[in-house]
């Protein structure tokens, strides 16, 4: 298995691992850490393409190599239940629910069900500007694929009233979903990869490991402290610049960071982007101050529901939402280059790049 620098570039390009931090006056502390936690001196590393894009799990803990297979288990159980964009098979979970739409619920297994409960409850919380049932306009659309195009209005016209989450029937009893008309479609990828990060976190604890990185394309989840004691040094991505260019970073730990934005997925027709991140009430990408949001939260999932969550509502309405959320940090980048933070990130947060500044 080969092993990799600390040193670590994202694939998505959403954040970096710049270092590990630690203070000197916490040298002894750290060694000790070290030392208890016995990890190796680089990292066991493995990386796959999966899901559309690129997985990467790093655990640091000495003779923990086997768990890096286990963790890739979880990763393809998980989408195979969840991918809806293999167009030859339709065979996933959420491909039997769309289907079925209109007609008939469909039982579905534990974790089905609670991601699509979970995405139902940041439906909620914004008022439908996120809305798992989006599915009708992103598969017109399909940015990020060969055959992304720009829909007639039409198009757009006839499929905006499929979208409204409040059509979704659950049944706890049963475990069965309903989509209660006919071509409506559920959307997961605003929040599955954050699930599927945690459920790889849960895989790595169960199996002894205290020090690792799971990135899910830019959806990362730190475990535990960095390899050199103390907090992890996490630059937040220019979105203006090629990849691995920062503008600024913060140090944490046990962390995920999560980042949503209009500069990776992208249609452009007659000089004008198109960007994924989709407004359900027009049916075309958000159009407000927002060039990226990052989302610092305990667990991956709540960090990808509330990135796309937080995007929808641009930056004054995106700041107030996530101060609304305990334990939640959000950094968002202007499309002017200014950049904002919750209350909780002052002091901790720093502004590294001249071509950015501090806004209000």
Request: proline residues 3%.
């Amino acid at each position: 298995m080969k092993k990799s620098k600390l040193l670590v570039s994202i694939a998505a390009c959403s954040v970096l691992l710049l270092s590990a931090c630690g203070e000197n006056s916490q040298a002894t502390k750290n060694e000790t850490s070290q030392t208890e936690r016995d990890l190796a001196s680089s990292p066991y590393t493995k990386t796959e393409f999966l899901m559309g894009t690129v997985v990467t799990l790093k655990i640091y803990d000495k003779g923990k190599e086997d768990v890096l297979d286990k963790g890739f288990d979880r990763v393809r159980d998980l989408a195979d239940k969840i991918d809806v964009n293999d167009e030859q098979k339709r065979t996933s979970e959420i491909d039997k629910v769309n289907a079925k739409s209109g007609i008939a619920p469909v039982k579905v297994d534990d974790d089905i069900f609670y991601l699509v409960k979970e995405g139902i409850k940041y439906s909620k919380q914004t008022g439908g500007t996120k809305d798992i049932t989006i599915g009708p306009i992103t598969s017109l659309w399909h940015i990020g694929f060969p055959d992304a195009r720009k829909p007639s209005q039409n198009e757009i016209d006839e499929r905006l009233p499929l979208i409204n989450y409040k059509n979704v029937e659950l049944d706890e009893q049963n475990k069965t979903i309903y989509l209660e008309k006919k071509g409506m479609e559920l959307d997961l990828g605003g929040i599955a990869k954050g699930f599927i990060a945690d459920e790889v976190g849960k895989v790595f604890k169960e199996n002894g490991v205290t020090t690792s990185i799971i990135d899910l394309g830019g959806n990362i989840l730190l475990q535990g402290e960095s390899p050199k004691g103390g907090d992890w040094n996490v630059g937040i991505q220019d979105p203006f610049s090629p990849r691995n260019t920062i503008l600024g970073k913060l140090p944490e730990q046990d962390k995920s960071i999560v980042t949503s934005g209009i500069y990776e997925r992208y249609l452009e027709v007659d000089g004008k982007k198109y960007h994924h991140l989709f407004d359900p009430k027009t049916g075309y990408p958000f159009d407000n101050d927002i060039a990226g949001v990052s989302i610092i939260s305990k667990k991956s999932i709540t960090g990808d529901g509330l990135s796309s969550a937080a995007f929808s509502k641009g930056i004054k309405e995106g700041l107030q939402f996530i101060e609304s959320h305990k334990g939640v940090e959000a950094i968002f980048v202007s499309k002017d280059k200014k950049v904002y933070i919750t209350s909780g990130l002052k002091g901790k947060f720093e502004l590294t790049s001249d071509e950015f500044k501090m806004g209000n």
